[in-house]
T-cell receptor, first 113, second 114 residues
Framework: QKEVEQNSGPLSVPEGAIASLNCTYS??????FFWYRQYSGKSPELIMS????GDKEDGRFTAQLNKASQYVSLLIRDSQPSDSATYLC?????????????FGSGTRLLVRP | GAVVSQHPSRVICKSGTSVKIECRSL??????MFWYRQFPKKSLMLMAT?????????EQGVEKDKFLINHASLTLSTLTVTSAHPEDSSFYIC??????????FGPGTRLTVT
């Protein structure tokens, strides 16, 4: 079983809609969760970090964490064509002193004008 | 967010030569830096984790004698690809870790070995 799983997509939404990106992880004791955005040919950019159960909002982005269900999601409100990119979910597994990230394979998001 | 720079952004070299890539955290001190490579349309692959002043920890399958990593200070890590061959052509990306365990990525270095 993969440690961090994401649907590869593409997820296609119209401009102005809410895009919902989902991620599940296998290590129950994981404490730190991150969402990155990666445009084609570019390096990943950190969008959100979340450490506690519940929602965390930053502008048009909301991260949601449910540790009991081992599930983390990213909502993008008022989606724009410029949001079209691959979104990577990343987790720091428990008992890892190096704090290296375990990445999902990413979900490609397409926002249609 | 924190800023990480990488130099050079693009390099073309001949087979058999060595290439050094620099990674700097510009506005914070990073005790841990990470080196990744990424092939087109593929996932990021962690190559190694480096801590300031100590030897890097390489992931399984990554040749430490081929990919030399030096982390001389809290703001600088270097990756040297020794005796590069065409199969080493890839997108190399570094990241720097903060105290909150967030990783900020550099813009990447595109290496082409001819």
């Amino acid at each position: 079983q993969k440690e961090v799983e994401q649907n590869s997509g593409p997820l296609s939404v119209p401009e102005g809609a809410i895009a919902s990106l989902n991620c599940t992880y296998s290590d129950r004791g994981s404490q730190s969760f991150f969402w990155y955005r990666q445009y084609s040919g570019k390096s990943p950019e950190l969008i959100m970090s979340i450490y506690s159960n519940g929602d965390k909002e930053d502008g048009r982005f909301t991260a949601q964490l449910n540790k009991a269900s081992q599930y983390v999601s990213l909502l993008i409100r008022d989606s724009q064509p410029s949001d079209s990119a691959t979104y990577l979910c990343a987790v720091i597994p428990p008992m890892d002193s190096s704090y290296k990230l375990i990445f999902g394979s990413g979900t490609r998001l397409l926002v249609r004008p | 967010g924190a800023v990480v720079s990488q130099h050079p952004s693009r390099v073309i070299c001949k087979s058999g030569t060595s290439v050094k890539i620099e990674c700097r955290s510009l506005d914070f001190q990073a005790t841990t830096m990470f080196w990744y490579r990424q092939f087109p349309k593929k996932s990021l692959m962690l190559m190694a984790t480096s801590n300031e002043g100590s030897k890097a920890t390489y992931e399984q399958g990554v040749e430490k004698d081929k990919f030399l990593i030096n982390h001389a200070s809290l703001t600088l890590s270097t990756l040297t690809v020794t005796s590069a061959h065409p199969e080493d052509s890839s997108f190399y990306i570094c990241s720097a870790g903060t105290r909150e365990y967030e990783q900020y990525f550099g813009p990447g270095t595109r290496l082409t070995v001819t």
